[in-house]
Structure formats: C-alpha cells, structure tokens
C-alpha cells in the first residue's frame, strides 16, 4: 500500500513537471507565430534543444515513462515548429 502511495506521488510530481514545462512553451510558439519575429531566437540553441528533446522522448519510451513521453513528444512539436519559422522568417542574406 505504502508503495502504491509512493509511486502515484512520484508520478504526480513527474506529471505535473511535464505540464509546466511543456506548458512554458506555448507563449513563445504562439508569438513567434503571431508576429514572425524570430530575431531573438538563436538557431543553434532550438537546434541544440531540440535533438535533446527527442533524445528525452526515445529515452521516455525506452523507460516506459508516459509523462516523459507525452510531455516530450508535445515539446518536441513546439521546438520543431519554433524552428521551422527561425528557418522561414529567419533573416535572408542580401544577394
């Protein structure tokens, strides 16, 4: 019973990490989204940031760790998606 307990506070606690760190992302997505300014968003960090993601993810499934699934594969679409519109708004060189 006692470890029943022990891990339902352990998985509370990994699930409610998940949400608010996943949930950190929505912000930034929705405005870089919104206004296509991605000036200060650094290509090497979100590319950085999102291999580590996925590496979360694989190591989530390989655990069998649902809340380390869920909330990676959620923030691994946010970065992929702050990613793609650094490369599509990003600055173009001046030919």
Same mark, same amino acid.
Do not use: H
């Given at each position: 019973?006692?470890?029943?307990?022990?891990?339902?506070?352990?998985?509370?606690?990994?699930?409610?990490?998940?949400?608010?760190?996943?949930?950190?992302?929505? =912000?930034? +997505?929705?405005?870089?989204?919104? #206004?296509?300014?991605?000036?200060?968003?650094? /290509?090497? &960090?979100?590319?950085? *940031?999102?291999?580590?993601?996925?590496?979360?993810?694989?190591?989530?499934?390989?655990?069998?760790?649902? =809340?380390? +699934?869920?909330?990676?594969?959620? #923030?691994?679409?946010?970065?992929?998606?702050? /990613?793609? &519109?650094?490369?599509? *708004?990003?600055?173009?060189?001046?030919?």
């Amino acid at each position: 019973m006692a470890i029943n307990i022990a891990i339902a506070w352990v998985d509370a606690i990994g699930t409610a990490a998940a949400v608010l760190t996943t949930a950190s992302f929505v =912000p930034q +997505v929705w405005l870089t989204f919104k #206004t296509r300014d991605v000036s200060g968003v650094s /290509l090497g &960090m979100y590319s950085a *940031f999102t291999v580590g993601v996925a590496l979360w993810l694989v190591y989530g499934l390989m655990m069998n760790a649902w =809340p380390i +699934v869920v909330a990676n594969t959620i #923030t691994l679409a946010f970065a992929v998606s702050i /990613l793609v &519109m650094k490369l599509t *708004f990003g600055e173009k060189p001046n030919n």
